[in-house]
């Protein structure tokens, strides 16, 4: 598979929907860049897999669904919105209370060969961490 607008909703559906992030192996490419509100910037595959899996571990029911998907070259664009509990590990500075958040966002992905080269993660960090506080 090698449709940017394809794969950019593969990687959701198996990370968000599956707690797949084996899928990183698959679609992002070894010079990647994450940029996240609260993570600050991911350095290739294996730093965003543990990003990923320090998410879904602290948030295990965590959802995201797709509203809507964009593309312009070799970019896109996906609006989306999550909800989910945190249950477990303290999470920058933020000890698992059981509380819940929901909030909608934006991801933008480059794409280079059917591979992530660069994402931007976009949302109300701090709508997010009143939520959780």
């Known amino acids: 598979m ?4 394809k794969l950019h909703v593969h990687f959701v559906e198996e990370v968000w929907t599956k707690s797949n992030i084996d899928v990183v192996d698959e679609v992002v490419h070894e010079t990647f860049v994450g940029h996240d509100p609260i993570a600050k910037d991911v350095h290739g595959p294996a730093e965003f897999k543990l990003f990923l899996q320090m998410m879904l571990t602290s948030f295990p029911d965590q959802t995201m669904d797709i509203h ?14 999550s909800v989910g509990t ?13 509380r819940r958040f929901a909030t909608y966002g934006l991801t933008f992905i480059d794409w280079s060969g ?19 506080a």
């Open 68 to 81: 809507d998907v964009i593309q312009e070259g070799n970019r896109t664009a996906l609006r989306w919105h």
């Open 86 to 98: 945190h249950t477990r590990n303290e999470l920058f500075g933020i000890r698992p209370a059981g």
């Open 114 to 132: 059917g591979r992530m080269r660069e994402l931007w993660f976009g949302y109300d960090l701090n709508n997010v961490l009143r939520q959780l």
């Open 2 to 5: 090698t449709d940017p607008k």
